[in-house]
């Protein structure tokens, strides 16, 4: 079975709209997770709801969005890409693999170096800053290139 | 020092500040295009919707590709060629001629087929457009369209041939003639010719085809007093194409080979790509990163359209095959025609929509992200 076809063949050959589509709806995920955190971590009035709630928002709105990165990150690593340059194509790669290495360092420290826990909102933050960047190098490109 | 911890959210809001009149320069692209078109048309897999528009002379039509194939909209009689326009692009096309313009899609000549009606403008025209037709391949009667015109003194008839025979516009008192318009090669499947008569003298002429006088006569009658013509050529196709496949396109995307001749791809990227045909069965397979494959093109002439299996929202294009007097439309865009002046193929943007709804994606990150990052930074640590 050829995964790019059927990808494709699911977005009515659109695979690379959908994937920037995607992406800004990660980026924006991203945010706000790092807004939920500073929340239960009392850092934050907003959103006015309880720390509680903000946890468990956080909780779920991560797992979203780890799995939409993971799909958009298939579909780069199998599939079609946007306008290339190999500067921007090096940059994404870079922050593309970033994501994942502090995405783990992040399961490191909640599960096991717990001493670690106070990295985590600056663990948060590179995240959302990877990400923008990640946005910046792909779908900024693709809107201003076409 | 508390304002330093601002810093996040100054670099965010700079971030997305950066990214916005790009973007808002991308989005506002097709939004000023669509204003200064003077008729909008869509182009379907695989119709033209509307299917006949009228329009005044000197109007700029717009043809927008809502397809999922390149699709071309070509004058029948060869005046105007959008070349492929690829799904998601438009093309434009101003035509200052009157007359009646049958036109077609030049890859899908047999299911494609449009009307455009072009009316005179507020000022005297210069040329008038007469179609010849046939039941060739537009499936009609033997007619000139129109058989009954007046023009002033000084007119030019552009007669275009749009039917699959060959004719002539010759007025019945040997005043004038175009001597024989040949039609489009291969049954219809590329554009006909056309050329060009003035009237310089006043008077009632009727007219005929010498070659179905009996089926196709009219009248032109030519008022007033008045002066000069020009018609079109013809070439033969190389045997040999290169078509390179890079990282996300072909390059040329449109390219013209004699028939039977050879297609030489190369992969130029460092993706792995193929060209693959849509109507045809003719498929290089995967090609590596600096490898090439070769293949034969189709024996009919005809315009194919193909794309890369790995990347076919991104990477397509349209093979011409050229028949041994046929003319390449790929050579045609050097020399603009007399009556129409073909535009640009038009962006492939991903249209305003789409810039908008990741602008505002961002926008929306920005801001929740920045005064997360913000809070953090400026969260009091309890006294230690």
Redesign the interface.
């Known amino acids: 079975m050829?995964l790019?076809?059927l990808l494709?063949d699911l977005t009515?050959?659109?695979?690379?709209?959908w994937k920037?589509?995607i992406t800004?709806?990660i980026?924006?995920?991203?945010?706000?997770?790092?807004?939920?955190?500073?929340r239960f971590?009392e850092?934050?009035t907003?959103p006015p709801i309880s720390t509680g709630a903000a946890a468990r928002t956080h909780r779920l709105n991560g797992k979203l969005t780890v799995t939409l990165a993971v799909v958009v990150a298939l579909s780069c690593l199998i599939?079609?890409?946007?306008?290339?340059s190999p500067t921007r194509v090096l940059l994404h790669s870079v922050f593309g693999s970033l994501v994942f290495g502090l995405l783990a360092a992040k399961y490191t420290a909640l599960k096991l170096r717990p001493s670690w826990g106070r990295y985590l909102?600056?663990i948060g933050?590179g995240l959302?800053?990877t990400?923008?960047a990640i946005?910046?190098t792909s779908?900024?490109d693709?809107?201003?290139a076409? | 020092m508390r304002a330093l911890r601002l810093l996040p959210l100054l670099a965010l809001t700079g971030l997305v500040l950066l990214a916005a009149p790009a973007s808002a320069a991308a989005s506002s692209g097709p939004a000023l295009a669509a204003a200064q078109a003077g008729e909008a048309a869509k182009i379907i897999d695989f119709d033209y919707s509307p299917g006949r528009l009228t329009v005044e002379a000197g109007t700029k039509v717009t043809w927008t590709n809502t397809g999922s194939r390149p699709h071309t909209a070509t004058d029948r009689g060869g005046t105007f060629d959008t070349k492929p326009i690829a799904p998601g692009a438009k093309a434009e096309v101003t035509l200052s001629t009157p007359g009646i313009y049958f036109y077609f899609c030049r890859i899908n000549p047999a299911k494609m087929n449009g009307v455009l009606v072009v009316e005179p403008g507020p000022d005297e025209p210069r040329a008038v457009r007469v179609q010849a037709v046939d039941p060739g391949f537009t499936g009609d009667k033997l007619r000139f369209d129109p058989s009954e015109l007046t023009v002033a003194a000084g007119t030019t008839l552009l007669v275009a041939n749009v039917g699959g025979k060959p004719h002539t516009l010759t007025a019945d008192n040997g005043a004038f003639d175009t001597g024989i318009v040949e039609p489009g090669a291969d049954g219809g499947r590329f554009a006909g010719h056309n050329a060009s008569v003035t009237l310089n003298q006043a008077g009632t002429f009727k007219f005929h085809c010498e070659i179905h006088p009996a089926a196709m006569k009219g009248t032109v009658t030519v008022t007033g007093e008045a002066a000069a013509p020009g018609p079109a050529a013809a070439s033969a196709g190389p045997r040999e194409v290169d078509v390179g496949a890079v990282d996300f396109g072909f390059e040329p995307n449109n390219a013209s080979v004699a028939a039977g001749g050879k297609v030489k791809v190369a992969n130029k990227g460092q993706a792995p790509h193929t060209l693959t045909f849509d109507d045809v069965q003719l498929d290089t397979g995967s090609i590596a990163p600096g490898a090439s494959a070769e293949l034969t093109a189709p024996d009919a002439p005809g315009s194919y359209s193909y794309r890369c299996t790995v990347h076919p929202a991104r990477m397509r294009g349209v093979l011409v095959v050229l028949g041994s007097d046929t003319e390449d439309p790929n050579a045609q865009a050097a020399a603009p025609p007399p009556a129409a002046a073909p535009s640009g193929g038009g962006g492939t943007g991903p249209g305003a929509g789409v810039s908008a709804f990741v602008l505002a994606a961002a926008v929306v990150a920005a801001f929740l992200g920045g005064i997360g990052i913000s809070a953090f930074a400026l969260r009091r640590r309890p006294a230690t």
């Open positions: 050829d790019v076809q494709n009515g050959g659109q695979l690379l709209l920037v589509l800004s709806v980026f924006a995920c991203a945010g706000l997770q790092v807004l939920l955190a500073a971590y850092a934050s907003v599939g079609p890409a946007g306008p290339t909102p600056w933050s959302f800053l990400f923008a946005w910046a779908v900024a693709y809107v201003t076409r």
